[in-house]
């Protein structure tokens, strides 16, 4: 069983950034992929970034690319979102995920509870 708690998120006004971050239990961490996804108002839950077990690759949805970055620090069993240029449209609930294996939807195994990221305008 894998815990995951998000923290990092606020109200930013658009063009400011944020760095989420999810801290993640268990001696496994380091054998997961790892993810972000954010479910905003009236919309299904959506992929936004991620990582594969040792950092080396990265994901994004062509809608953030170039402005979040993904990162994790295994001595830490965190991972990161770094969200810079940030946009109205991506205020949303972000949730993170942890998944045994990378799949073609980027489907996790497990998820944290969420933490709310507002851009006003």
């Known amino acids: 069983q894998v815990q995951l708690v998000e923290s990092g998120g606020g109200l930013v006004q658009a063009g400011g950034s944020l760095r989420l971050s999810c801290a993640t239990s268990?001696?496994?961490?380091?054998?997961?992929?790892m993810g972000w996804f954010r479910r905003a108002p009236g919309k299904e839950r959506e992929f936004v970034a991620a990582?594969?077990?040792?950092?080396?690759?990265?994901y994004f949805a062509d809608s953030v690319k170039g402005r979040f970055t993904i990162s994790r620090e295994s001595a830490k069993n965190t991972v990161y979102l770094q969200m810079n240029s940030l946009k109205p449209e991506d205020t949303a609930v972000y949730y993170c995920?942890?998944?045994?294996?990378?799949?073609?939807?980027?489907?996790?195994?497990?998820w944290g509870k969420g933490t709310l990221v507002t851009v006003s305008s």
């Open positions: 995920g942890a998944a045994r294996r990378l799949r073609p939807d980027y489907g996790m195994d497990y």
């Open positions: 268990g001696r496994t961490f380091s054998s997961y992929y």
């Open positions: 990582v594969s077990w040792n950092g080396g690759s990265t």
